[in-house]
């Protein structure tokens, strides 16, 4: 048996150079360095991003011709395409590198019968490009693209249906059937997106039946698991042994949290307890935790670890290591957006780790509200936007010096 010393040596030298940029900007010409350089100086400024947001959709609404101007700046950053046709050249830029794609339809607050259901057909023609595409390991749906918000909400509440909403969310839970047993039959991991907390036990009991459903012999659906909620870890520990008891295999997304100011708004506007951590060193806690206890569990968990933490990236590289699982399991993913953190992504990828990245896309205008959580987030993100910056100069420095 390896003593603890040697054990560290090993799971040392398995964890990658991070700080590597020549591995983590390979793909970006010196003008799409400079791009994103501008571009996350931009979004470093509270004041021009929450401006920046109003004046968009107000020229949007005025019919100013302001796409072009979208199109070539956030974007080209944090998006594909408008088409799944038009992703090939990000899809392929990130196999060039080893990486991933995840194609995201990031169309959301829609509230029409028929949206739901173009949404649906959208999401199968993505499984359909993924079967045949192996650059396409996954695929993800968010649950608000293929139902009501606010039916969501009733039946998250418990509240009592009227025939119609019945009716109604018997499509919204056969559209998640249909796309996961579409998944199911073309062998292609699907992940469910994250909701906020007022509708998220609602998709949790949906997402738990798709995985008792389609589970079985391999790990096919995926639920996602926010870590910012103080409620999860625990719920994350009890579909773990629940797993085990009716005999399915768990497919666990962890992350972070996506709605941290939106749900201590809401739990302070209607004067409820907020269900998310006071700070983030207890997100970062529970976190870690969940991860852990995942591998710990991993003959019976399938795990995708979204984040933008190199802490925690190299935490699990060393938790690969102790439990001596490959570099290529399936079992085991990181996850990143396009755009951000191409440090982690590249350099993993480089080092033989499952990585891939979220490509949203979409219609320019109706991908909008994705495109402002993504320059709000490295904004309020502490250190994410002055990350990116050094990184950038860094491999702007070492371009000119080689």
Known sequence: MMNQSDNSVKINKSIPDFSNTEIAFKGKTNTELNKAYWLFKAVSSPFITKVGAAATNFLFRIGAPIVPLIKGTIFAQFCGGETIASCETAIGKLANGGVGTILDYSVEGEQEERSFIETTEEILNVLRKSKDDPRIPLAVFKPTGVGR???YVKVNNKETLTVAEHAEY?????????ICKFAHDLDVPVMIDAEESW??????????????????????????????????????????????????????????????????????????????HKDKAAT???????????????????IIAGTHNEESC?????????????????????????????????????????????????????????????????????????????????????????
Request: proline share 3%.
């Open 149 to 151: 918000f606010d039916l």
């Open 170 to 178: 018997f499509k919204v839970k056969a559209r998640f059937n249909q």
């Open 199 to 276: 509708i998220q036990t609602a998709v949790d009991d949906i997402a738990l039946d798709m995985m008792r459903m389609y589970n079985r012999d391999k790990t096919i659906v995926y639920n996602t698991y926010q870590m910012y909620r103080t409620d999860k870890l625990a719920s994350l520990k009890a579909v773990v042994y629940l797993a085990a008891t009716d005999e399915f295999k768990l497919g666990a997304k962890i992350v972070r949290g996506a709605y941290l100011e939106k749900e201590r708004e809401r739990a302070a506007e209607m004067g409820y307890q907020s269900p998310i």
């Open 284 to 302: 970062d806690a529970d976190y870690d935790e969940a991860i852990r206890f995942c591998m710990e569990h991993i003959t019976q968990v399938s």
């Open 314 to 402: 190299s935490s699990l590289v060393g938790l690969m290591n102790t439990y001596r699982i490959e570099r290529n399991d399936p079992a085991v993913y990181f996850a990143q957006l396009l755009g951000m953190s191409d440090h982690l992504s590249f350099n993993l990828a480089d080092s033989a780790y499952n990585v891939a990245k979220y490509v949203p896309y979409g219609p320019v205008k109706a991908i909008l509200p994705y495109l402002f959580r993504r320059a709000e987030e490295n904004t309020s993100l502490a250190g994410q936007t002055g990350r990116e910056l050094n990184l950038i100069m860094k491999e702007k420095s070492r371009r000119r010096n080689s």
